[in-house]
């Protein structure tokens, strides 16, 4: 496998994690009545949807082909989270907890990529950034849970 495809396939799996975090804060602001927990979680939608414009564009600088949707495991999880807050008493905590959740696996996956010896510093330094925004929102999420609950 050539050097910008492996680099390639990296980030594809990254834009696919992004489309499914994207996807999940807009169903997790649907999910919630709080004003501001529908905002924080419109806003972490449009922040990831911002990384998945980046990724593909570095994706196209590589010559290669970016992937255009998410992946069935979101999709599942997204199912999950809808039902789960359906059936909870407190939804608001239950969605804050499925949040924290799927921004700890995004956060390996981006920790991955870290400590990946191979990658060019464009993008080694994009996935800094992510992963520091990431670790923020998962800090700012438990604190919102503590308030919530």
């Known amino acids: 496998m050539k050097y910008t495809e492996e680099i390639s396939n990296k ?12 996807k999940g804060y807009e169903n997790a602001a649907e999910n919630v009545d709080s004003d501001r927990l529908k905002m924080f ?23 290669e082909e970016p992937k255009d949707s998410g992946s069935f495991k979101g999709t599942m999880h997204r199912n999950w989270m809808s039902l789960k807050s359906t059936f909870s ?22 920790d991955e990529m870290v400590t990946a010896k191979n990658l060019p510093p464009t993008i080694d330094a994009m996935i800094l950034k992510h992963r520091n925004a990431i670790q923020a929102a998962i800090n700012t999420e438990k604190l919102n849970e503590n308030t919530v609950s």
């Open 89 to 110: 008493g407190n939804n608001e905590e239950a969605v804050l907890e499925e949040a924290i959740k799927g921004e700890k696996a995004s956060l390996e996956e981006y």
């Open 11 to 22: 980030l594809n799996e990254l834009l696919v994690k992004n489309y499914d975090a994207e």
């Open 41 to 63: 979680f419109k806003r972490r939608a449009t922040e990831r949807g911002e990384f998945a414009k980046e990724i593909k564009n570095e994706i196209l600088q590589y010559g």
